[in-house]
């Protein structure tokens, strides 16, 4: 069976674990050859503080019922908030907002200080001029290794034509050309 890595030695999980695992840093660099889209998640917390990060493991789960999900590091401060929270919002970023992705994922006190925030479902955050907004009630979270999966129930999706941003390999890219 061919794998991601096996064409480019650079990025072949080649250093195994105890088990016989990849190694994470390794394991890693393979996992970033699956080109994704850039997204801010948001809530508010207890106190009504609006709360985001950068994410890229947001996808899509079921239609019906609406599903989606993405994961946060077990470490983040934003966790308590994020479990605590009803709801969330998944904002998947156009290419223009590629400062927003850089500032939500830094350790900026006031990451909402930027960017043309407004409030969706249950208060969370929304960014206009985003490419798509998912507003979402949250039906699941779970630990699941170094990180705690979230499952969110679409309360309110909506698209625009707006380029997006995507991530592949550490870099941000530009959509390509239609084959
Ligand atoms: C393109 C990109 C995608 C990311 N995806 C995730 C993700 O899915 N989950 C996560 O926990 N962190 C992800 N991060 C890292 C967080 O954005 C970063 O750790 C940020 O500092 C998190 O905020 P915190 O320090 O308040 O937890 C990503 C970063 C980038 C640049």
């Known amino acids: 069976m061919a794998i991601a890595g096996e064409a480019d030695p650079a990025v072949a999980a080649s250093a195994p674990g105890p088990r016989g695992e990849p190694d994470p840093l390794a394991l890693r660099k393979v996992l970033g050859r699956f080109a994704t889209g850039v997204t801010i998640v948001t809530c ?3 106190d009504g503080q609006r709360v985001g990060l950068t994410a890229n493991s947001f996808n899509a789960l079921s239609l019906e019922p609406p599903l989606v999900l993405w994961s946060l ?3 983040s401060p934003c966790l308590p908030a994020f479990a605590a929270a009803r709801h969330f919002a998944v904002n ?3 290419a223009s907002q590629i400062e927003l992705s850089h500032r939500f994922a830094s ?3 006031d990451r909402f200080a930027h960017g043309d925030w407004h409030d969706g479902a ?3 955050p929304v960014l206009a001029g985003a490419a798509a907004v998912f507003e979402c009630e949250r039906t699941l979270h779970q630990a699941a290794g170094d990180h705690i999966l979230f499952i969110g129930r679409v309360l ?3 698209g625009s034509a707006a380029a997006p941003l995507l991530f592949h390999a550490g870099h941000y890219h530009l959509l390509g050309d239609r084959l």
């Open 73 to 75: 590091r077990q470490a």
């Open 156 to 158: 309110h999706a909506a």
């Open 92 to 94: 998947v970023l156009a």
């Open 44 to 46: 508010i917390d207890a």
């Open 107 to 109: 350790p900026i006190a």
């Open 122 to 124: 249950g208060g969370v």
